[in-house]
């Protein structure tokens, strides 16, 4: 069994079908990370470390790609249903499910840091999405969008003065009273 | 992890040969396991044959099986070890201790079971990698690629690289890699001649090796070192 490919290896099977095989691997980043642990010369092979460390920037490239696109489609997602229920086009709306509002409070702290979920530290980060993502729970929140049981705020953004669950329950009474 | 220890106390030395003979001589190596690994194990399929290859449990409830080891060459203590510090940080086989007897004739490793649920073996595991995200099984590389290196690091060489010597581990809808068969594996500097060296990285007899991972300079030299080992891992990961 290949784990990248999902497929098994054929029954018969050498080192030399393996090597007319390796030029016919189509998947450019795979061969790139590695190719060279294919050498007929041994002593050319990466050692274990190096190809540990180009699987791990691999790695973290692809979740580099995912992540912000999860969000943004989910941010994309917000506005066109606070946009239609501003509009009172009901046929359009999407409720936000539990794990998206989970998502969205991933990156409520990222004016410029990442939140992460194990331990609360924080890591730099090129994202700017907190007004956004302020906006889409606001919002999410008045028009009905968003239950009030999905959200789970961490400690230490209560800390900082945002609102805790029973806060954001009382905000939202609090602007229908206006 | 518990060092493990000769069988202590006043009884007779205990070989393999009487063992497997004398049943009563079987209750009482079983009583005397806990004194060993600090907790009791208990056979799970009495009819399994004695003692390799045997599933049991531990008193914690770890499920655990008994395999046969080779000790000469080197310290297991120290094999012990090397398993209980890098299973903190790496997907290999758990070792919970090793059984030896008093005339150190033969050991077994108290292993960690992976022939049961939640464990599926890599080499049936088509079906659930084709429905596994891109990103996923490249963690699962990532995290051999880890294991492989620290195995390394350690200088052993692992040998027996193949798709039946790796488990998939379910665990909250990630799958996790474990490497096992690592009794195959040798630590090079620790031999004590080099012919010992040599015997001891030389292709294995064991049923399980899957020849189709060879490098090609293995059909020579018909020795494993660390740049074979890259090949088979190169071939588990397409």
């Not at chain 1, 973290?60 to 941010?75: R, V, W």
């Not at chain 1, 959200?151 to 029973?166: C, D, F, K, N, P």
């Not at chain 2, 194990?41 to 409830?61: N, T, Y």
């Not at chain 2, 150190?104 to 595991?125: C, M, R, W």
Request: proline share 5%; net charge negative; hydrophobic share 35%.
């Amino acid at each position: 069994m290949q784990i990248l490919t999902a497929q098994a290896l054929p029954s018969e099977f050498d080192s030399h079908i393996v090597l007319e095989e390796f030029h016919n691997v189509d998947d450019r980043r795979i061969s790139e990370i590695l190719g060279s642990c294919l050498d007929p010369t041994p002593s050319r092979r990466p050692t274990a470390a190096e190809v540990e460390q180009r699987l791990s920037d691999q790695y973290a490239d692809e979740c580099a790609k995912q992540t912000p696109s999860d969000i943004s489609e989910l941010l994309e997602k917000g506005k066109r249903s606070i946009a239609a229920r501003r509009e009172n086009q009901c046929a359009l709306v999407d409720m936000f499910s539990k794990a998206d509002v989970e998502k969205l409070l991933t990156f409520e702290d990222s004016w410029d840091d990442v939140p992460r979920l194990d331990d609360e530290t924080e890591v730099g980060s090129p994202l700017r999405l907190a007004p956004r993502v302020k906006f889409t729970l606001g919002a999410g929140i008045l028009y009905g969008l968003i239950d009030l049981a999905h959200i789970h705020v961490r400690g230490t953004v209560v800390s900082r003065g945002t609102t805790s669950l029973e806060g954001i329950a009382s905000f939202e009474v609090f602007y229908f009273r206006i | 992890m518990t060092v493990p220890r000769v069988l202590p106390g006043s009884q007779d030395p205990l070989t393999v040969a009487t063992l497997q003979n004398d049943h009563t001589r079987r209750q009482e190596f079983l009583e005397n396991i806990p004194r060993v690994l600090e907790s009791e194990i208990v056979l799970r399929d009495q009819r399994q044959g004695f003692f390799d290859g045997a599933p049991a449990s531990l008193k914690g409830g770890d499920k655990v099986r008994l395999i046969k080891m080779s000790l000469k060459t080197y310290d297991a203590p120290k094999l012990v070890q090397i398993y209980a510090t890098l299973s903190g940080s790496v997907s290999i086989q758990r070792v919970f201790g090793i059984l030896e007897f008093r005339n150190g004739s033969t050991s077994y490793a108290v292993v960690e079971d992976l022939e049961e649920p939640p464990f599926l073996p890599l080499s049936n595991a088509f079906d659930r990698l084709e429905t596994t995200p891109f990103i996923q099984r490249l963690r699962i590389c990532y995290d051999l690629a880890l294991t492989v290196a620290s195995l390394h690091k350690t200088e052993r060489v692992i040998k027996v690289l193949s798709d039946s010597s790796i488990f998939l581990r379910e665990d909250d809808g990630q799958l996790i890699p474990v490497l096992s068969k690592l009794e195959e594996s040798r630590i090079v500097h620790e031999f004590a001649t080099l012919s010992d060296c040599v015997q001891a990285l030389s292709q294995t007899t064991n049923s399980d090796y899957d020849p189709r991972y060879n490098a090609p300079e293995c059909v020579k030299s018909k020795q494993h070192n660390y740049k074979t080992d890259i090949w088979r891992f190169r071939q588990i990961m397409v």
